[in-house]
């Protein structure tokens, strides 16, 4: 079981930055791909970002390339998402994901997620 707790979420104007992250339960986090997605009032979840387990590869979705990084401290068991030149768009509540398989975090589907903490970006 992995237990993930997610923070650093709140309000920030357009343009700012904002720096979030998901701490994780357990020993074994460095066996794991993570990823960040976020899910706006009436619209699906989406995929923002992931990284592999050792945090040489990572992924990043066309909407927050050039603006957004994710990266992983393995010795910390977390993983951030810094967030740049944030858009009224990037509003969203921003939710820590964790599997084994990284395919499976990539599509949405990983076995553990965390609660969640809300961005909000005024104009």
């Known amino acids: 079981q992995v237990q993930l707790v997610e923070s650093g979420g709140g309000l920030v104007q357009a343009g700012g930055s904002l720096r979030l992250s998901c701490a994780a339960s357990?020993?074994?986090?460095?066996?794991?791909?993570m990823g960040w997605f976020r899910q706006a009032p009436g619209k699906e979840r989406e995929f923002v970002a992931a990284?592999?387990?050792?945090?040489?590869?990572?992924y990043l979705a066309g909407s927050v390339k050039g603006r957004f990084t994710i990266s992983r401290e393995n010795g910390k068991n977390t993983v951030y998402l810094q967030m740049h030149s944030l858009k009224p768009e990037d509003t969203a509540v921003y939710y820590c994901?964790?599997?084994?398989?990284?395919?499976?975090?990539?599509?949405?589907?990983?076995?553990?997620w965390g609660q969640g903490t809300q961005v909000t970006v005024s104009s």
């Open positions: 357990g020993r074994t986090f460095n066996t794991y791909a």
């Open positions: 994901a964790a599997d084994l398989s990284r395919e499976r975090v990539l599509r949405g589907t990983g076995d553990y």
């Open positions: 990284i592999e387990r050792s945090g040489t590869s990572t």
